[in-house]
């Protein structure tokens, strides 16, 4: 019988499709040695969390196709998979409205002090109006680093609130905002927010030096991927105050360490790469996922949303 692996936690409806065609095996904890332990004889893999590099991948002679429940393809082999002839899909657009909501509200937790208020009222019983001046959005500029789906939902979520918006992506030649090179976007910036994917290109992109051109009353968030910033060099600006703050739904290392220097700052917001957790997202990128994993493996037919 065909098999399928699903690696984390994927909504019942997208198993429950899968189960009509398939063995199905979740496999939750993504720990490399238990991927590699577990992930054995598969034709398809519904992935969502986990690296599967070469070493867990080719225990799996007959696998036809990746299904990525989400859009990054930072935690696969991808010279591998494309070697092999694997089809690899991912499920764009899927999370597009939750993510850039979610960054949105990134921006408002921390130019209006949303979550500093909360602790400080709810944990420490302080009620401290006057510590807490926040600032209005309109009129501000927003940077866009990455101005893919993504971030072209965000400029247009950004645009309602009355910011201004610049965006830099060397793979884009039109836009509905202002396209400039990248220092000029950090630069200008009151509120830098990476969309960009993490490729060889993109790792360490936002660095010491980038970093230094921000405004010292700027903020930085991300929503994408840890490793496109420099975290330590981060550490380094929000410590020393060079810039304002940062809100960060991804980290270098996930989960991120106890020991980590960003848990210690009073000037950031920190939250568990929730992102694209909506009940509809996750719907969306479980039956996008097991659809194309069905439309390969059950009808023979290529899949609508390949990466090559």
Known sequence: MTKVFVTGKVMKVGVDMLRGFADVEIIEDPRPEILEER??????????????SEKVLRNNEHLKIIARHGVGLDDID??????????????????????????????????K???????????????????FMGEELSGKILGIIGYGRIGKKVADLAKGCGLRVIAYDPNVDRADC????????????????IHCPLTDETRGLI???????????????????????????????????????????????????????????????????????????QEKMAVMAAQEIRRVLLEGREPLYPVW
């Open 39 to 52: 992930l054995k004889g598969a034709d398809g893999i519904l992935h969502k969390v986990g690296k599967l």
């Open 78 to 111: 991808l010279s591998y998979v494309k070697r092999k002839g694997i089809w690899l899909t991912t499920t764009d657009d899927a999370n597009t409205n939750a993510v850039a909501e979610f960054t949105i509200g990134l921006i408002f937790a921390v130019v």
């Open 113 to 131: 002090n949303i979550v500093r208020a909360h602790i400080e009222l709810t944990i420490k019983n302080r009620w401290m109006r006057e510590d």
């Open 178 to 193: 202002e396209l400039l090179p990248l220092k000029d976007v950090v630069s200008q910036a009151d509120f830098l927010s």
């Open 207 to 281: 660095n010491c030096e980038l970093l230094s051109r921000m405004k010292p009353s700027a903020f930085i968030i991300n929503t994408a991927r840890g490793g496109v910033i420099e975290e330590d060099a981060l550490v380094e600006a929000l410590q020393e105050r060079r810039i304002r703050g940062a809100a960060l739904d991804v980290f270098a290392l996930e989960p991120i360490e106890r020991g980590n220097s960003l848990l210690n700052l009073d000037n950031v917001v920190l939250t568990p790469h929730i992102a694209a957790m909506t009940e509809q997202s």
